[in-house]
């Protein structure tokens, strides 16, 4: 196994405890230009103490820059001084430092239930306003034409 693979593979087993550790030696670095490079960031927080990782965040589906950051540095003392850097001048604009905040699993904003039009969950019921459809009450018979203010064009 290479060196690159046996370090993917350690990545990928580390602990919960090993995770939070590194998230509380870590930084968020916001208002990043999006021409910058891990490198040039290195340089600027230089100063700061010996940094581990730089990772610039991109998009998904363009491999643009999203225009944040995370550094991880070798030891907790450095992120005060990183701290210190707020507002400050990186390729002509004022970036914005906070402490990383700690990843906790299971919390997502993407773990919803799927909202239907009228904010309810319940889709399918045409004449009926907002809430649940607790069979007291039909839906209005309309024909399908009827639907006001809804435009489907195909």
Request: with cysteine.
């Amino acid at each position: 196994m290479t060196e690159n693979q046996e370090l993917l593979k350690r990545r990928l087993y580390v602990s919960l405890e090993e995770k939070v550790e590194v998230d509380n030696r870590s930084i968020y670095v916001g208002n990043v230009d999006y021409g910058s490079t891990a490198e040039e960031l290195q340089q600027h927080f230089y100063g700061c103490g010996p940094i581990n990782r730089v990772a610039i965040l991109c998009n998904k589906y363009d491999g643009h820059p999203k225009g944040f950051a995370y550094i991880e540095f070798a030891d907790r003392h450095s992120i005060q001084t990183a701290m210190a850097m707020d507002e400050t001048l990186f390729r002509g604009r004022l970036i914005k430092i906070m402490a990383k905040r700690i990843n906790r699993p299971g919390i997502s904003t993407t773990n919803r239930p799927p909202m239907g039009r009228g904010g309810s969950a319940f889709r399918g019921t045409r004449g009926i306003g907002k809430g649940v459809f607790d069979g007291s009450c039909k839906p209005v018979s309309r024909s399908r034409t009827y639907r006001r203010g809804f435009y489907m064009p195909y």
